[in-house]
């Protein structure tokens, strides 16, 4: 599973990377307009590199039929399900942590908020992996990849506006509302996701 | 007519006619929608009592 | 008293009584939102003063507010009828549910169309992310979203769990997004919110068309979702007596 998640690599870092360079030459490089849109340019692209990768997670294993061998064996199907989704928020989004200064340049953040947006994206890109599992469970019997982002969309609203509003406000205390607001999405989605995904799973084998 | 509200009539217009148009389409496809699957289901029961028979 | 009010509720999951109830329930509600909506609509177009703060524009509250208040409710009632099929499983729960989308869909689409015309004109804008536009946009995705899974499986069980379930979830992410746009926006100004109308309402002139107009589109609105519940339901009839004898020949 994680050998085959090699893939996985590739498109996120290539698209990830590709959408901030893109976000950073649509502002045609003035000054002003980047530095506003730039933590919206780190947390789009995040959200457009999960979202692509998203339907590798089950949708091959059911097409394969693997899913039923998760249903029969005595292993509850949440543990699994939870397992695939830090697997693969491990390959997605840390390698996003890795070049993130790489970005930082690119999109001309300062260097010395470095730590801060690490942090930022650490606390809340695990809820959009564990968002985009629970949402493609539900939709597992077709297939077609513009669906599955149709319909993941709406649903990543709270962390993107969360997450967004912690990265422009980087001056504000540690503790401060919008920090402990995100960590709490990021809880509150780790928390539902595999329950919800489970049954989403066997209404599927109904 | 049109210069009945002053400088916002175009607003006030236009969006009551789009308004009132989305509502009738809605109420159009409504009943058409309900018209045809009675009429199909009057027949497939027409259909399947003669089978059945 | 309340044991019996709620078992005669349950008694409409029966197609049958639901139909007869329909009978009763399109022509009653069919009249009362003909005559509210025409009554409530041209008296307020044409026989209220027109306010001197935002000249005529004002009068597009009479499709504003009722189209945004159907547009919650409905959502509100997919909800809870989602819940129903999936917790006691009658089907005609779920049937009301899919045939509600459509109606709150074109009473987003007709708030945000109406809000953002008048917006135009007083707020000199077209769209403000403030929270509760923010939230409409939200419910217009929801509602895309609902719609688009229903046409999307194919088979008619696991289509209706998903979409009930996608609906709950909805719910709870719209709650969620709009508190924290709300969290958002507080911090740093006061948008354009429609409690301003709240004042102004309290002038008779205004508030009686409105009570009128609401009560019109609500009736509207119950008699659409009976046209078209009863249409889902031929619809389902209709694919069980192909799957009892074939398609026809």
């Keep these: ?206 | 007519m049109i210069e009945l509200f002053g400088n916002y009539s175009f607003i006030i217009i236009s969006s009551y006619l789009l308004s009132i148009s989305f509502l009738l389409v809605l109420i159009f496809q409504s009943l058409f929608s309900k018209w045809k699957s009675e009429r199909k289901l009057k027949e497939r029961e027409e259909s399947v009592e003669k089978k059945l028979r | ?249």
């Design chain 1, 1 to 206: 599973m994680v050998l085959r998640s090699g893939s996985h690599l590739i498109i996120a870092f290539t698209f990830f990377f590709f959408f901030s360079v893109l976000f950073a030459l649509s502002t045609l490089g003035t000054e002003t307009l980047l530095n506003l849109i730039a933590p919206s340019g780190i947390w789009v692209s995040l959200l457009i590199s999960v979202l692509l990768t998203l339907n590798k997670i089950i949708h091959q294993e059911y097409e394969n039929g693997s899913t039923d061998f998760y249903l029969l064996s005595d292993f509850p199907l949440e543990i699994i399900l939870f397992l695939k989704t830090i697997i693969h928020w491990i390959t997605v989004s840390l390698p996003m942590l890795l070049i993130m200064p790489f970005i930082m340049i690119a999109l001309q953040i300062d260097l010395e908020k470095l730590l801060v947006l690490l942090t930022i994206v650490l606390i809340g890109s695990p809820a959009l992996s564990f968002v985009g599992i629970m949402i493609s469970c539900l939709t597992l019997s077709n297939n077609s990849s513009f669906l599955i982002t149709t319909i993941t969309i709406p649903f990543y609203f709270p962390t993107l506006l969360l997450g967004i509003y912690c990265t422009n406000n980087t001056d504000l205390d540690n503790m401060s509302l919008a920090y402990i607001l995100l960590g709490l999405n990021t809880l509150f989605t780790i928390t539902i996701s595999p329950f919800i995904s489970a049954y989403a799973v066997k209404l599927h084998y109904s």
């Design chain 3, 1 to 249: 008293m309340s044991p019996k009010l709620i078992d005669t509720f349950w008694e409409f999951s029966n197609p049958t009584k639901f139909k007869r109830l329909a009978k009763y329930i399109i022509p009653m509600s069919a009249g009362i939102a003909v005559i509210c909506i025409f009554v409530g609509l041209i008296w307020g177009l044409f026989y209220t003063e027109p306010d001197y703060k935002q000249m005529e524009t004002v009068k597009i509250i009479f499709l504003h507010v009722p189209a945004a208040f159907i547009a919650i409710n409905t959502y509100l009632m997919m909800t809870i009828a989602s819940l129903i099929w999936l917790i006691r499983r009658h089907y005609i729960s779920l049937l009301a549910a899919k045939a509600a989308a459509p109606i709150g869909f074109m009473m987003t689409i007709i708030t945000i169309i109406t809000g953002s015309l008048w917006g135009s004109s007083t707020w000199g804008t077209f769209w403000v992310w403030d929270p509760r536009l923010t939230s409409f946009a939200i419910l217009l995705c929801f509602y895309l979203g609902y719609m688009v899974l229903w046409s999307s499986l194919n088979k008619l069980e696991t289509a209706s769990n998903v979409t009930s379930l996608f609906c709950i979830l909805g719910s709870i992410f719209a709650l969620l997004s709009r508190y924290i746009v709300f969290f958002i926006d507080q911090g740093l100004h006061q948008g354009p919110t429609l409690s301003l109308d709240e004042e102004k309402n309290i002038d008779n002139s205004y508030y009686f068309p409105l009570i009128l107009s609401l009560v019109g589109f609500s009736a509207l609105s119950i008699y659409l979702l009976f046209i078209r519940t009863i249409t889902e339901i031929n619809n389902h009839r209709i694919s069980l007596t192909e799957k009892r004898v074939g398609k026809d020949d």
